[in-house]
């Protein structure tokens, strides 16, 4: 039985296409609340390859075309993230795989726009996508099926998906900003969603890589840059926005040009570590923020994209 639901909104088609799947994973497909897995995602055959580190457990998902970006999130609220991608082809389409092995269609969005799913002020992560041509963020939630946009944002930004917001003291959840990094003045532009606070920050240098990752482990996003040319990381912790002099600044080398870093909390102390992804050898290099030992594992091939769920996506109570 497939199910049609069709909407037509001022700027995007939403299309809900839904049939049944075999479920291949369990719960913990994607570890939504530890750090066990490391994963890529294979374009050339649309497959995910998921490894567990401390038992060497793999599981594969194919889940996607050639062309296709890897988006997994926790869509549905379960507690799981769910196996997704973006099909830029089309330019519309977003295609889940629940944790329930429901398969779902999605169209949200148009050509030329990027993904940036997370957790928009609901208690599940939304589909949502930003539009360089106009600056704007669209985002829909598949649970309340409620839509909202934002302008946020100039052609040439680099999009965040990250909880800069403070919304976490007061919410049963980490709450997104609409933040975007501007590379022509190096700057951070942060709209949280709920508040009127718009805070910036000048930071880094024009051909760096803006990181969205909770270093410091208070629940908010920092301020952080990784450098190609010197492998380095360069994170300003989040207590800035209550300290005009800034908050505190840590600089950690780790990597090399050509590397791509992923920032996530893979020791599970509550902090995001200093990782990256070899791409000429598929070695995984992570500074594990409990104790400071290394951890390298080999982990996928030439091509391969790596894949992290987003903080955004954990449930936390707040303290």
């Known amino acids: 039985m497939k199910t049609f639901t069709r909407s037509v909104l001022p700027i995007l088609l939403l299309l809900d296409l839904a049939y049944s799947a075999e479920a291949l994973f369990a719960a913990d497909a994607f570890d939504p609340q530890g750090g066990e897995h490391i994963a890529v995602y294979r374009p050339s055959n649309g497959t995910f390859y998921v490894r567990n580190r401390a038992t060497g457990a793999i599981k594969t998902q194919q889940w996607g075309i050639v062309g296709d970006i890897p988006v997994p999130a926790d869509y549905d609220g379960d507690g799981t993230t769910d ?17 329930n092995g429901e398969g779902h269609f999605w169209y949200w969005g148009q050509a030329g ?3 940036v799913p997370g957790n928009y002020g609901a208690s599940s992560d939304e589909l949502a996508i930003w539009r360089p041509s106009n600056g704007t963020w669209y985002t829909y939630n598949i649970n309340s099926q409620r839509s909202a946009q934002r302008q946020w944002g100039e052609n040439g930004d680099k999009p965040l998906v990250g909880s800069y917001t403070t919304g976490g003291s007061f919410l049963l959840f980490p709450v997104q ?3 975007v990094w501007r590379p022509s003045n190096k700057t951070f532009y942060i709209n949280e969603v709920y508040g009127s606070k718009k805070p910036t920050r000048v930071f880094g240098v024009p051909s760096d890589q803006p990181i969205a990752a909770d270093f410091n482990g208070d629940r908010v996003t920092d301020i952080a840059v990784w450098r190609p040319s010197n492998g380095t990381w360069y994170v300003v912790h989040s207590d800035f926005r209550t300290s005009p002099a800034g908050g505190k600044q840590i600089n950690q080398q780790w990597g090399q040009a050509g590397d791509v870093p992923v920032a996530r909390d893979f020791d599970s102390d509550g902090k995001a570590d200093h990782a990256i992804w070899r791409p000429s050898n598929g070695m995984w290099h992570i500074i594990r923020s409990s104790n400071g030992t290394v951890e390298s594992q080999q982990w996928g091939q030439v091509g391969d994209i790596p894949v992290s769920y987003h903080v955004a996506s954990r449930v936390v109570v707040p303290r």
């Open 113 to 115: 726009d990027v993904p």
């Open 177 to 179: 900003a609409y933040t």
């Open 83 to 99: 196996f997704a991608v973006f099909r830029p082809s089309e330019g519309t389409s977003w295609v889940i795989k629940s944790s």
